[in-house]
């Protein structure tokens, strides 16, 4: 079978999906305009399952846990950057990284997190700068012996804290490193497991140390050219069923309060909880926000991101509320099962996929229908787009940014992995 359209194809297919669009005044060249430059930064965590470089073989601990053994994966920085290129080159656009700080690169030394410095990081910074990718940034408060009782920031122990908030401000400052050296702010993102499995007697008092080992960690005031802080909140994990003191609700009155930006990870809330609608809320009162695009499936299980209905959701709330240029889409899921590239690969383009969609709405005409009170034209219309022909115009994207059209890109990996992968052990 071949699967793969000609390039004439491709070509027709796209001149009549442009004029099937022109009908409903949809300007497909336009949109493919907006969504080029659309960057989506790529969770670096994908390629190792969460492991990193501090402690090879080490637990990954913090609640969340990548399942599968497929073979492969990056053992090394060098390997993960190789391996990230790959996935890249088979993403239509420039695209972001986001680094967790356990990625650092400290030459067989042991370097303490609350002592990382942004030269831990050069050949990252190195390598984004060759490849035109802006850097994003976490600290990493898990797979830690300072957070084996399951608390770092909110811990009860004075030293246990003070060491977190090193972190947190070490941290910072190489995130701040980043943007100065690439030009574009780094979002440096916080997120800590701390909660309990069972439930606790006093739910306010790790909620309180927490607000003061943010202050504390948030205290220095860094150029928002550079350095943009965030906070991500987060329903349950693995272990703390019954109470984590990083909430939502916690996480979205520190954001507002000191002016930052809140995370929403689309597997941090209730099952049938979307984030989607969240967005215009609040964005109501934060100037920007970063997303965790994610796939929950039955709990935080970060499954990898398809084209599904809450995607979908996720982008058109992006796009009809003019908020792209103040939400930073990232990727956060880890699947061990399946070949590591193609995981980000059909991630960042189910991402990008979902962005043209909601580029491709009529939204004006939409949005009158609502204002009318016209929700029967509404409802025939939100049907009827769902199946105009925006794989064309998805197909002639890939063609004009030159990489491969369709499920082309699995002859990249496939190779990829003859040559490469199985010379891992
Ligand atoms: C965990 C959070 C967090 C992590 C990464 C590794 O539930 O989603 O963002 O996935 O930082
Ligand atoms: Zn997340």
């Known amino acids: ?34 969504l080029a430059p659309i960057p989506i930064s790529l969770h ?17 601990t913090g609640g969340i846990a990548a399942t599968g053994n497929y073979p492969g994966k990056a053992r090394t920085a060098d390997e993960l950057r190789a391996d990230l290129d790959v996935a890249y080159s088979l993403i239509p656009g420039t695209h972001r990284l986001n680094l967790h700080s356990i990625y650092a690169e400290t030459g067989g030394v042991v370097v303490p997190r609350n002592e990382l410095r942004p030269e831990h990081f050069s050949r990252w910074i190195a390598w984004a700068k060759e490849n035109g990718h802006g850097l994003d940034f976490n600290p990493s408060y898990f797979s830690h012996p300072l957070a084996a009782s399951g608390f770092t920031l909110a811990s009860y122990d004075t030293g ?5 908030i090193e972190h947190g401000i070490a941290c910072r400052k190489i995130g701040e490193a980043f943007g100065r050296a690439l030009g574009t702010p780094c979002v ?6 701390d909660g309990f499995k069972d439930t606790p007697a006093d739910r306010a008092t790790p909620r309180r140390l927490l607000k003061e080992s943010l202050d504390a960690t948030l205290a220095e005031k860094l150029d928002p050219a550079y350095n943009l802080d965030a906070v991500e909140g987060k329903l349950f994990g693995l272990g703390a069923e019954s109470y984590t003191v990083g909430s939502h609700e ?104 979902a962005l043209l969609l909601a580029l491709l709405e009529p939204f004006e005409p939409m949005r009158q229908f609502d204002v009318t009170g016209d929700y029967t034209a509404r409802l025939a219309l939100l049907e009827e787009l769902k199946g105009l022909p925006f794989g064309a115009v998805w197909d002639f994207f890939c063609l004009e940014k030159d990489v491969p059209v369709g499920v082309g890109f699995m002859d990249a990996i496939r190779a990829y992995e003859r040559t490469e992968l199985a010379r891992r052990g």
């Open 1 to 34: 079978m071949n699967h793969h359209p000609t390039e004439k194809q491709i070509r027709d297919a796209y001149a009549l999906a442009k004029e099937r669009y022109a009908l409903l005044s949809v300007d497909t060249d336009a949109a493919l305009a907006k």
């Open 44 to 60: 670096c965590w994908q390629g190792d399952d969460v492991g990193g470089f501090e402690n090879p073989g080490g637990e990954l």
């Open 188 to 193: 440096t993102n916080l997120w800590i497991p």
């Open 160 to 164: 246990v804290r003070k060491f977190w």
């Open 250 to 353: 916690f996480y979205l009155g520190y954001a507002i309060t000191h002016k930052m930006l809140l995370c929403l990870d689309s597997g941090h809330f209730h099952p049938t909880e979307t984030i989607s609608d969240k967005i215009s809320s609040v964005m109501t009162y934060l100037d920007e926000i970063l997303l965790h695009v994610s796939r929950g499936v039955r709990w935080d299980s970060d499954h990898v991101v398809t084209f599904t209905d809450d995607l979908q959701a996720i982008a058109q709330e992006i796009v009809r509320g003019g908020f792209l240029g103040r939400v930073h889409i990232g990727l956060d899921y880890f699947d061990a099962s399946i070949n590591r590239i193609a995981a980000w690969v059909i991630g960042a383009r189910a991402m990008q996929r």
